[in-house]
């Protein structure tokens, strides 16, 4: 790859905010790149090329954080957005050791989601520009799609909330965006229906993750990565869920 200085003049690029739609988007955490301007998709083609010449390939993973985010990644000092207004009680970050302190956030409206969901179009349509093989939907880890499948999270009682089906609407608009745009072929999402970052639990994750499951099937993307029921955490594993047995 490019030396450790032509590195760092990568970086700018890549970690610049941007206004999309009505939304500055910036980064969920520290040194977070981003794929939604120009500058950003030239930053990432060398990057991209260099992984192809040793015979790699390379998927660009889309991910929104929602109210996981601070107001001190969010350009202008704005605040999170999410399905929901309610606060993150966690007080400490996924690995379960560092602290956290979770700001307010604001709950999207309704025309909004549909704006999100076309800046996720968009991203992927970068990606392609910028070389990728390909995309993962980050759908997992109570980030924002997370934050709309999950009914501890989830509190609407419009089309995008109360129900199984309303719960992953949003999700599935994001899938069905992305594909049309760059060929289901190209595309994964992964999922994580039994993990409780940062408040992001459900009552019943074993139904959601086969709802969800069964209604990608219409997609016919190229994979879907499904994080193991037994991991409660990044860090910590639940042996009750886990999948065959240690003889298997």
């Given at each position: 790859?490019?030396?450790s200085?032509?590195?760092?003049?990568?970086?700018?690029?890549?970690?610049?905010?941007?206004?999309?739609?009505?939304?500055?988007?910036?980064?969920?955490?520290?040194n977070?790149?981003?794929?939604?301007?120009?500058?950003?998709?030239?930053?990432?083609?060398?990057?991209?090329?260099?992984?192809?010449?040793?015979?790699?390939?390379?998927?660009?993973?889309?991910?929104?954080?929602g109210?996981?985010?601070?107001?001190?990644?969010?350009?202008?000092?704005?605040?999170?957005?999410?399905?929901?207004?309610?606060?993150?009680?966690?007080?400490?970050?996924?690995?379960?050791?560092?602290?956290?302190?979770?700001?307010?956030?604001?709950?999207?409206?309704?025309?909004?989601?549909?704006?999100?969901?076309?800046?996720?179009?968009?991203?992927?349509?970068?990606?392609?520009?910028?070389?990728?093989?390909?995309?993962?939907?980050?759908?997992?880890?109570?980030?924002?799609?997370?934050?709309?499948?999950?009914?501890?999270?989830?509190?609407?009682?419009?089309?995008?909330?109360?129900?199984l089906?309303?719960?992953?609407?949003?999700?599935?608009?994001?899938?069905?965006?992305?594909?049309?745009?760059?060929?289901?072929?190209?595309?994964?999402?992964?999922?994580?229906?039994?993990?409780?970052?940062?408040?992001?639990?459900?009552?019943?994750?074993?139904?959601?993750?086969?709802?969800?499951?069964q209604?990608?099937?219409?997609?016919?993307?190229?994979?879907?990565?499904?994080?193991?029921?037994?991991?409660?955490?990044?860090?910590?594993?639940?042996?009750?869920?886990?999948?065959?047995?240690?003889?298997?």
């Amino acid at each position: 790859m490019a030396t450790s200085q032509e590195n760092m003049d990568f970086i700018p690029a890549l970690l610049a905010p941007y206004k999309m739609s009505n939304f500055s988007l910036s980064h969920s955490y520290p040194n977070t790149p981003g794929i939604w301007t120009q500058q950003q998709v030239e930053a990432w083609k060398p990057i991209v090329d260099a992984v192809h010449k040793k015979g790699s390939i390379f998927f660009c993973q889309l991910w929104h954080a929602g109210r996981a985010s601070d107001y001190c990644f969010q350009p202008d000092g704005q605040p999170p957005i999410s399905c929901t207004d309610k606060p993150i009680q966690a007080k400490t970050h996924i690995d379960g050791v560092t602290e956290a302190s979770f700001p307010a956030h604001r709950r999207l409206t309704t025309h909004e989601i549909t704006q999100v969901v076309n800046d996720f179009r968009k991203a992927a349509r970068n990606a392609m520009q910028a070389g990728f093989d390909g995309v993962e939907i980050h759908g997992a880890n109570g980030y924002l799609i997370d934050q709309f499948l999950k009914d501890q999270v989830n509190d609407r009682t419009d089309e995008y909330g109360g129900s199984l089906e309303n719960r992953c609407r949003f999700p599935l608009q994001v899938v069905e965006a992305v594909t049309d745009e760059i060929g289901a072929d190209r595309v994964g999402i992964r999922l994580s229906p039994f993990a409780d970052y940062n408040d992001y639990a459900d009552s019943n994750p074993e139904a959601l993750g086969l709802y969800m499951a069964q209604s990608l099937n219409k997609y016919d993307i190229l994979y879907c990565h499904m994080i193991e029921p037994r991991m409660i955490t990044q860090f910590e594993s639940n042996e009750k869920h886990t999948l065959g047995n240690k003889n298997e």
